[in-house]
């Protein structure tokens, strides 16, 4: 019977467009995502953030779930256009005051604060002149993070700089589906140095102000298999963990872009990010922790694509979620156990891990969600495989504390431990709610 250690955090986790609403609310800016999801044809469903779960109203009701789910710390993003609706500058003081509230309201349940400085939800007015791709943006970072230390010296667990800048980089600015829709590859690598640099400076920062806490990053991370061992299918997965993982592991914590994707890139005619030796040090400045965000591998093989030439894989023996993605916890304990062998972070956080579902009440207005249950016992179990062979990891945080809007996919995809009915804003407890629940109150997985 795993046990995790005393002291593990356990935790659930959110992002502050997907959940608050109230997207104009109070002072608050327009976002890439507010501008994105208004765009007709870019959300599947058609719906957008403006209400989702309305939580910008309902907070306190959401922190007296997570009191209630006993979680020892909760995980949820600062909306940056709330803070400075034109990104830099003017302060809206209703939007300082939504999040004061919120962490006053955790500090008396008993809940540590994790923060997230972006969760992708970029003031509009940056993105006007450039967003990402614009140094401004980079200095603009700098001080909105610095603002926040300042404002929340003491209170804050963990800050995180930044959710997954890989998506932000390549979902966002070359497979277009995410905000703010672009399709330049270029862009794209423009956009992972400037998203690393303003990391820097926002670490910088944090330690000039002498926060109390820690501070982070948090990586999405997925083992990446051969569909055969011949040699192409091999050094197709080589590509692809260098796509996928080493892009950003490598400079964050050698201080170097990967040397095999740069000559790929370079042999494919891409202009490379360049960085001079004080901006990879800034870059490889230490951190206190790495987040992990893991859902599934992927299993490629040679193929035709464009920039990569693979061609990814569903092997047909596995089960899948409503999202598409292969279930494979094992994933959890490769990539932990690779990171912590080859990348020897200080400290890692599961900063997500969970499952979609097509969750509907019963006929008594209940939700069963036994397979919900088993995808994150599965993950806890191979987890604490890598905690017991000494990885040094201290927490895991589930996605996601409650239903929300799943981004290109709308709020068609249910994550939640808790179900948002979106007609009535209604909470109901899924059964996975009152399992994880048990795990946190016994820091053991049965
Ligand atoms: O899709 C579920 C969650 C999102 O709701 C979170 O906001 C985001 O941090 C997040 N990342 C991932 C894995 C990486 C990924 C993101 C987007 C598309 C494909 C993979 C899954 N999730």
């Known amino acids: 019977m795993p046990y995790f250690p005393e002291d ?3 935790g659930v986790a959110t992002a502050s467009y997907q959940i608050e609403g109230a997207w104009n609310e109070d ?3 327009e976002s890439i995502w507010d501008r994105f999801a208004h765009t007709p044809g870019n959300i599947q469903d058609g719906t957008t953030g403006d209400v989702a779960c309305d939580h910008y109203h309902r907070f306190e009701e959401d922190v007296a779930l997570l009191k209630e789910l006993g979680v020892d710390a909760y995980r949820f993003s600062i909306s940056w256009p709330r803070i400075f609706p034109e990104g830099r500058g003017r302060v809206n003081e ?37 967003g990402w791709e614009n140094q401004e943006t980079v200095e603009a970072f700098a001080e909105y993070a610095r603002f926040l230390f300042q404002s ?9 700089t930044h959710n997954e800048p890989w998506v932000v980089s390549f979902v966002g600015h070359y497979e277009g589906r995410h905000a703010p829709g672009k399709r330049d590859f ?16 926002a670490v910088q920062a944090f330690r000039e102000e002498k926060t109390l806490g820690s501070i982070g990053i948090t990586l999405n991370l997925t083992p990446v298999h051969p569909f055969s061992d011949s040699e192409e299918d091999i050094l197709a997965a080589k590509r692809c963990d260098g796509y996928f993982n080493r892009w950003f592991l490598d400079p964050l914590f050698k201080g170097e ?5 740069l000559l790929w890139y370079e042999k494919k005619g891409f202009a490379l990010p360049q960085l001079s030796e004080e901006e ?31 061609e990814f894989f569903n092997p047909p023996q596995s089960e899948y979620t409503d999202m598409g993605w292969e279930i494979y916890p094992e994933g959890l304990y490769e990539i932990v156990k690779r990171v912590s062998e080859e990348y020897q972070p200080e400290d890692i956080y599961i900063t997500e891990n969970g499952i979609a579902l097509p969750d509907q009440p019963d006929s008594k207005g209940r939700i069963n969600d036994q397979r919900r249950i088993d995808y994150l016992r599965s993950h806890l179990l191979a987890l604490h495989r890598a905690v017991d062979e000494g990885c040094p990891v201290s927490g895991y945080f589930v996605w996601s504390l409650m239903d929300n809007f799943e981004w290109g996919f709308g709020l068609s995809k249910r994550f939640g431990l808790v179900y948002v009915d979106y007609t009535t804003l209604q909470r109901i407890k899924k059964a996975s709610f009152y399992w994880y629940q048990k795990v946190v109150k016994s820091k053991r997985v049965d």
Do not use: C
């Open 8 to 10: 593990f955090i356990f």
């Open 27 to 29: 002072g608050k800016g």
């Open 94 to 130: 209703k939007g300082l005051d939504f999040y004061r509230s919120l962490i006053g309201k955790l500090q008396e349940a008993g809940i540590k604060p994790v923060v997230t400085l972006y969760h992708w939800d970029l003031p509009q007015k940056l993105q006007d002149k450039g």
């Open 152 to 160: 929340f010296a003491k209170e804050v667990f963990l800050w995180i």
């Open 186 to 201: 270029k862009s794209a690598l423009q956009v992972s140095r400037n998203l690393l640099l303003s990391h820097g400076l």
């Open 257 to 261: 872009f990967p040397e095999d994707m």
């Open 280 to 310: 990879k040090s800034l870059i490889a400045q230490p951190i206190d922790f790495l987040g992990i965000n893991y859902y599934f591998r992927r299993v490629v093989g040679k193929g035709e694509g464009a920039i990569f030439e693979v």
